[in-house]
């Protein structure tokens, strides 16, 4: 029923930028809080970013605090991660979810690499 498509990682060096999308389908997008989550190989997946639908409330993880920016498009049903000075820590596959929904798509990797 929801379908989640992740999409824009790559490879890129430190302090790099990449922009991730996540084209979304299967629910009422406009009216979903929607999260950005990732997983690094060895580790448990951790929350990255949260949007309110209106996409008025934001809220990050310390981490990336400053370096990244959630939004969201309700017209085109996709979300949107814009990732800043990239560090290696960063490097993981990147996940969007349906906020209290239990689904998850491919996701997309995102490599921070010299």
């Known amino acids: 029923q929801v379908q989640l498509v992740e999409s824009g990682g790559d490879l890129v060096q430190p302090g790099g930028s990449l922009r991730l999308s996540c084209a979304a389908s299967?629910?009422?997008?406009?009216?979903?809080?929607m999260n950005w989550y990732r997983q690094a190989l060895g580790k448990e997946r951790e929350f990255v970013a949260l949007?309110?639908?209106?996409?008025?409330?934001?809220n990050y993880a310390d981490s990336v605090k400053g370096r990244f920016t959630v939004s969201g498009d309700n017209a085109k049903n996709t979300l949107y991660l814009q990732m800043n000075r990239l560090k290696t820590e960063d490097t993981a596959v990147y996940y969007c979810?349906?906020?209290?929904?239990?689904?998850w798509g491919q996701g997309t990797q995102v490599t921070v690499s010299s």
């Open positions: 979810k349906v906020n209290l929904v239990p689904h």
């Open positions: 299967g629910f009422p997008f406009s009216s979903y809080f």
């Open positions: 949007i309110s639908n209106t996409g008025t409330f934001t």
